[in-house]
């Protein structure tokens, strides 16, 4: 007679073909003629079972986030896992199940209008109308992500095509003739003579 002693992790394929998946110290084989005088040999199994270790990652990320598995996530999701071999304190594996949640940055529009030139939070001062610059503003968002403004400012300068000047010695003043371009308006200014 004899003892196989053996240690697996999550389950162990013995000599008499069964799987076990928890520790155990009863089954038993014989070996035909297996003594050292012809005679049988009977055989027990003291085994011990350790399992994987599992356990969950959870992380909160802005726009994207890069886990141990190398890939970068850009949604929500608890469905991937990562096996780090011998990573439990018996020496079998570790089963990490990534738990993400992706806020993403907000982003908005300031609109604005002004004449002849406007500063805007970025600090430089525009003195024509652009819908191109933008601004972050670091950790603004309500879940402390970025947020990304866009700039959209206007510039409403009075512009003219005709200016003309008229004299009228009869009522001692002289008429200033304005037409704007962009309304095609007309407005006319009385000059005293003085």
Known sequence: ?????????????????????????????????????????????????????????????????????????????????????????????????????????????DVQTACNSYTWIDGNNYTASTNTPTYTIVGGSSEGCDSIVHANLHHSRRKFTRLRQYSNPELNHQHLCIRYRRTNRVQQLHLDRR
């Open 1 to 109: 007679t004899g003892t196989d002693v053996q240690t697996a992790c999550n389950s162990y394929t013995w000599i008499d073909g069964i799987n076990y998946t928890t520790s155990t110290n009863t089954p038993t084989f014989t070996i035909v003629g297996g003594s050292a005088q012809g005679c049988d040999s009977v055989v027990t199994l003291n085994l011990t079972i350790n399992n994987s270790t599992t356990g969950n990652d959870i992380q909160t990320a802005c726009n994207s986030y890069t886990w141990i598995d190398g890939n970068n996530y850009t949604a929500s999701t608890n469905t991937p896992t990562y096996t780090i071999a011998g990573g439990s304190s018996q020496g079998c594996d570790s089963i990490v199940t990534l738990n993400l949640t992706i806020n993403t940055f907000a982003s908005g529009t």
